[in-house]
């Protein structure tokens, strides 16, 4: 396991001269070749679906029109610090991939979507928009809404944001650690990033600190999770438990590892969360925000000691009515997420039917700010 | 091919009108939002499609050739 950065220790961002000491000069590379340089990489969007850049890339440089790009800093999630520790870390690299990726598209317009303007953005010739801190913030026609000068809020996914995204025009949303590997990329050639690819990954451990590793790809779950954890939650609030015995060998794809310990609850920790997701509901939809707060309010009771007859039945039903039945994947996401805490913790219901709980601590440990 | 319906759920404010309509594919759920069946509208069921697109307040139903 690599060098481990948290926000704390980071203490102040390079300049652009120090950042071109450390990596060279931005190198100038026709867009095909940059184009052919990053498919020979394999390198896959680090925003959360893994998405081979490529093919969004050339999606959008086979567009016509004025044509915008973004880098996406928001990170709504809390379980999740790597966006802005690279933001604080190196944004000149973020801004380096935003620069690249605007001339492989032919996108001139390029725009910053982050909490906290990192100030070389602004000698940079980038915009940058601040971005809301809600749990949706960066989803991608959200951020769309908000850039246009809209709430911040999602949007129907017709037509989609490559055709008509920020102002109507042909849109391209990258997460910020996509736009460093790129730069990196562009640097070094799709060889070395093949032979040492890395990801950035938020690990989360039992005194509820998040802290960033950057781990070579390969890298287990069990090697982050440290000694002691019993569950695994992979993947943030949208993600999925599982028990350590089962994650420890699995390679890590997601970017987000929470791990809990045997003296906490999962169901109390997921019932807590549940309760944020319900509140950070976009609230268009009618579903999803009838049935968040009542599967909610379910899982508080599953989490309480004691007979609870009916409670799962109505909580499957709710989750059923509401999963895909929204603007954006808010609803199926928590659904994902919760299906998973009642499958993984399902001894712990046994356990709560009885009279009993597991827990030694009431300290919360899973974020909701 | 026979077009399917398409719902937005984010225009749509649960009036219901389309539920009776069209209530070979579409039903309410708890909460008075439709659940919009996605198979092909065969021809028969064509008439009864377009009213319920048509009756929408929040025109959140269409019909797609696609």
Known sequence: ?369 | MDPKLQWNPIACDGRGLCAELFAERIVLDDWGYPLVSDRPVPPELLRDARAAVAACPMFALKLNRR
């Not at chain 1, 000691?305 to 499957?316: A, F, S």
């Open chain 1, 1 to 369: 396991m690599t060098a481990i950065l948290t926000p704390s220790i980071v203490d102040g961002s390079p300049t652009l001269a120090e950042h071109e000491a450390r990596f060279g000069a931005l190198p100038r590379i026709p867009p095909d070749r940059l184009l052919a340089m990053i498919e020979a990489s394999g390198l896959t969007g680090r925003g959360g679906a893994n998405f081979p850049a490529h093919r969004k890339l050339r999606a959008l440089a086979a567009r016509h029109g004025r044509k915008v790009v973004v880098g996406n800093g928001a990170e709504g999630e809390p379980t999740s610090a790597k966006d802005r520790t690279l933001l604080a870390a190196n944004p000149h690299l973020v801004i380096d991939g935003l620069h690249l990726v605007g001339q492989m598209t032919g996108a001139q317009t390029r725009y910053l979507y982050a909490p906290e303007i990192p100030y070389a953005a602004a000698e940079r010739g980038v915009h940058y928009v601040r971005s809301p801190r809600y749990f949706l913030a960066g989803e991608e026609s959200a951020l769309a809404s908000r850039i246009s000068g809209g709430p911040g809020l999602p949007t129907y996914k017709r037509p989609p944001i490559f055709d008509r995204g920020i102002n109507g025009r042909p849109t391209l949303v990258h997460n910020v650690e996509t736009l460093a590997h790129i730069a990196l990329i562009a640097r070094y050639g799709p060889d070395w990033f093949r032979s040492c690819e890395s990801r950035l990954v938020t690990v989360t451990r039992s005194d509820g600190i998040p802290r960033v590793a950057q781990v070579p790809v390969g890298t287990r779950i069990g090697d982050l999770v440290g000694r002691g954890a019993t569950e695994v939650l992979v993947g943030g609030y949208h993600g999925e438990w599982f028990p350590v015995s089962v994650a420890a060998g699995m390679p890590i794809r997601a970017g987000i590892l929470a791990a809990l310990g045997p003296d906490r609850c999962g169901l109390v920790e997921t019932a807590r969360v549940a309760t944020y997701l319900a509140d950070e509901s976009a609230r268009q939809c009618g579903p999803c925000l009838s049935a968040l707060p009542l599967i909610a309010e379910a899982l508080h009771r599953l989490a309480r000691p004691g007979h609870q007859p009916g409670v799962r039945e109505r909580l499957e039903r709710w989750a059923g009515l509401v999963s895909g039945r929204g603007g954006c994947h808010h609803p199926d996401g928590s659904v994902r997420f919760v299906r998973s805490a009642l499958r993984v913790f399902a001894p712990e219901i046994a356990l709560h039917e009885r009279g009993r709980c597991r827990a030694r601590t009431f300290e919360p440990l899973l974020p909701v700010i």
